[in-house]
């Protein structure tokens, strides 16, 4: 949760750019611009880290993954051909990567001491529910699978359309919609005994 929040509000400091700016970006890094890198590094890296996060529950491979992806685009910007949104061509590399990376990687020891460790998030007591209620939905989101739990991140957290997603995840929108289906029937289950 702590890393979720912190995410958070690192994400709000960072300011999203624009299609217009984005594009101009790309531009320059075709030309092998490292400026123009750097500050579309600096806009997605928030973003991609609180995906990553939530797909992998593997802090140790966020940085990772986010780099590996993140050096896709700054080798072969070329692939970005304008068809979709940018975000959505960065995030359909970020979502490879990560499962590439999950298939890879042994499977992660359980932090039994997880629960019991206080927020270091600040914030008056009127947040607390808010925080308590995100910590629940996303300890039952980690119960998901990671293709499931990518649906559910990219919808509520990147507010991505099923079509943006299907194009990410590589697969039909009727798939992304089945998979939002038993993700949303799950949550609902295992919040039903939420206080």
Request: proline share 7%; with cysteine.
């Given at each position: 949760?702590?890393?979720?929040?912190?995410?958070?509000?690192?994400?709000?400091?960072?300011?999203?750019?624009?299609?217009?700016?984005e594009?101009?970006?790309?531009?320059?890094?075709?030309?092998?611009d490292?400026?123009?890198?750097?500050?579309?590094?600096?806009s997605?890296?928030?973003?991609?880290s609180?995906f990553?996060?939530?797909?992998?529950?593997?802090?140790?491979?966020?940085?990772?993954?986010?780099?590996?992806?993140?050096?896709?685009?700054?080798?072969?910007?070329?692939?970005?051909?304008?068809?979709?949104?940018?975000?959505?061509?960065?995030?359909?590399i970020?979502?490879?990567?990560?499962?590439?990376?999950?298939?890879?990687?042994d499977?992660?020891?359980?932090?039994?001491?997880?629960?019991?460790?206080?927020?270091?998030?600040?914030?008056?007591?009127?947040?607390?529910?808010?925080?308590?209620?995100?910590?629940?939905?996303l300890?039952?989101?980690?119960?998901?699978?990671?293709?499931?739990?990518?649906?559910?991140d990219?919808?509520?957290f990147?507010?991505?359309?099923?079509?943006?997603?299907?194009?990410?995840?590589?697969?039909?929108?009727?798939?992304?919609?089945?998979?939002?289906?038993?993700?949303?029937?799950?949550?609902?289950?295992?919040?039903?005994?939420?206080?």
């Amino acid at each position: 949760m702590g890393r979720q929040a912190a995410a958070g509000s690192r994400e709000r400091n960072v300011p999203r750019l624009d299609a217009a700016d984005e594009a101009e970006l790309m531009t320059q890094v075709r030309a092998h611009d490292l400026r123009a890198f750097e500050r579309l590094y600096r806009s997605y890296h928030p973003r991609l880290s609180r995906f990553l996060m939530n797909l992998t529950h593997r802090p140790q491979l966020v940085e990772e993954v986010l780099n590996d992806t993140m050096l896709v685009v700054w080798r072969k910007p070329e692939g970005f051909n304008g068809a979709s949104k940018l975000s959505t061509w960065i995030f359909a590399i970020a979502y490879r990567k990560a499962l590439k990376a999950l298939r890879r990687d042994d499977p992660p020891l359980e932090d039994k001491a997880s629960d019991h460790r206080p927020s270091p998030e600040p914030g008056p007591d009127h947040h607390l529910d808010e925080l308590q209620t995100r910590q629940a939905l996303l300890e039952a989101m980690g119960e998901l699978s990671p293709t499931h739990r990518a649906v559910v991140d990219l919808t509520y957290f990147h507010e991505t359309g099923y079509r943006e997603i299907a194009e990410i995840m590589d697969c039909p929108v009727d798939t992304v919609k089945s998979r939002m289906y038993y993700a949303r029937r799950h949550l609902k289950r295992a919040m039903a005994n939420w206080p």
